[in-house]
């Protein structure tokens, strides 16, 4: 049985604990104070990395920092997104450069011998942002390009996060690749509740697949520098 570090156990419990914060201001008439709450929560993950990224290569360590650094930028910007069209522009070119940084860090992870089954995997998500964007495209306006750019982004992304199998431990690879599907099932969410329906719940159901995405991702990258076997 394999036994989490405490300091592990203290950081998830404090982490869902602002997101849990973060997802309550959001429903109550305190939503201003989401400023503070909803950047914390990157903050809090990139200080996590910086601590615990021991034995990661300089390179894949670089690129992931990176993405964490681009997907704070995006919060930040998505904050203001009613304001004006521009911030949801910024926002979603922020975490564009995230998903492409995110890739990086995959690739040089990667297994060298190309499996069948990768070719399936791959096959499978480009035939679900293909849908995606047939689907959102009568609604996208001038966005069609941008959004087109960014579903390609976060495609490549998941399908480098699954390029890592047979390179990396069960554990590590599991955590990261699964954090990379919940990425794309938060994405879903917001581009169908911005443009398509509104979804009930929505920042709960946002907010929470993409805290779980990049908690997954940060403690699997991590997962690969340990000492723990699988």
Known sequence: ????????????????????????????????FRIISKPLILLTLIFYFLQNRV???????????????FSLMGDVFLLFDKISELYFILGLGSFLLAHVCYAFTFYLQRFSKIRSDFWVTTLLFLSYGSVLF????????????PVALYIIAILIMVITAYSRKGNVK??????????AISFIISDSLLAINKFLIPLP??????????????????????????????
């Open 55 to 69: 034995g990661m290569e300089q390179r894949p360590a670089r690129y992931a920092l990176m993405a964490l650094v």
């Open 134 to 145: 047939i689907i959102l495209q009568p609604y996208l306006g001038s966005l069609k390009i």
């Open 1 to 32: 049985m394999i036994k989490l570090p405490l300091h592990h156990i203290i950081f998830g419990f404090f982490f869902f604990l602002l997101v849990t914060f973060d997802i309550y201001l959001g429903s109550t008439t305190y939503v201003f």
């Open 201 to 230: 719940y929505s920042n709960f159901l946002v907010m929470g697949t993409y805290a779980l995405a990049q908690y997954l991702i940060v403690r699997g990258l991590i997962k690969y520098t340990d000492g723990n076997s699988d």
């Open 170 to 179: 069960v554990s590590s690879f599991l955590l990261v690749f699964i954090g």
